[in-house]
């Protein structure tokens, strides 16, 4: 396994800046993202991690700052080089023709030349590692909400880039599938590649990443391992909610929980 503090850079993001009107989304976040790292992007609504990670991706573009991909500026990028190097899964799918879900993993092999029993190579692998092969002549619209999730990390993965960028790809999973999108995530770090994907489960991110960062009101308000991140006072702040935090019973990690209001705290 390749280890993150010793290489350079995957990605590097200085100075990133991004508004609209008076609304600063991201403001001023300087992020370094390196090979064999699963780093996630936790913290509440609005806080500016799926802004993030499209900046990252180079799907936006920033008001101030820049982001760099092994060196050289995302947008000095051609979008075929770009599709090489990064994948992306957005939050959401909009993809509503009668595509079978092997057609829609073969999407993610567009950015290579290949022939049909290499493109079948990394997509039966793709389908295979997201138990998505018994579902591979299914139409995508007659998928449930878990089951387009995990085809379109699929695609993501028969891609096959060193960087995946992934917004919330365990947010319609139940807890078994959330687990294994964290476990493939691991994989992928462990053979060198970087992962960097928004989760809003503390305890699913405190289990799974390396570095964890804590976004608010659209900047940094912690970056580090689960351990220095998930601290009661910090987490109590960010979310403006109590927040408890404990060893896990089973694992050399934290476990978050909410405190339990004061009766009344919530008027009908």
Known sequence: ???????????????????????????????DVRPGEVLLLVGPNGAGKSTLLQLLSGDLHPTGGEVALDGVAVSAYKP?????????????????????????VE?????HDDDAATTWQFVHE??????????????????????KARAQ????????TPILLLD???????????????????????????VIAVVHDLNLAATSADRIVLMHQGKIAADGAPWAVMR????????????????????????????RPHAGSVSG
């Open 168 to 194: 919330e790809p365990t947010a319609a999973l139940d807890l078994r599938h959330q687990q294994h999108v964290m476990d493939i995530a691991r994989l992928v770090a462990g053979k060198g590649g970087s």
């Open 1 to 31: 396994m390749t280890d993150p503090a010793s290489t350079p850079p995957r990605i590097r993001a200085t100075n990133l800046t991004y508004t609209i009107g008076d609304a600063h989304l991201v403001d001023g976040i300087s992020l």
């Open 80 to 104: 075929h080089d770009l599709a090489v190097r990064r994948a992306v899964m957005p939050q959401q799918s909009f993809l509503q023709f009668a595509f079978t879900v092997r057609e829609v």
């Open 126 to 147: 793709a389908l295979r590692l997201t138990e998505m092969l018994p579902f591979q002549a299914r139409t995508y619209p007659s998928l449930s909400g878990g089951e």
């Open 232 to 259: 009661e006072d910090l987490l109590t702040e960010v979310y403006s909610y109590p927040i408890a935090v404990g060893n896990h019973p089973l694992m050399d990690c934290p476990l978050v929980v909410p405190r």
């Open 107 to 111: 999407m993610g092999r567009a950015p």
């Open 153 to 160: 990390l699929a695609r993501v993965l028969a891609q096959d």
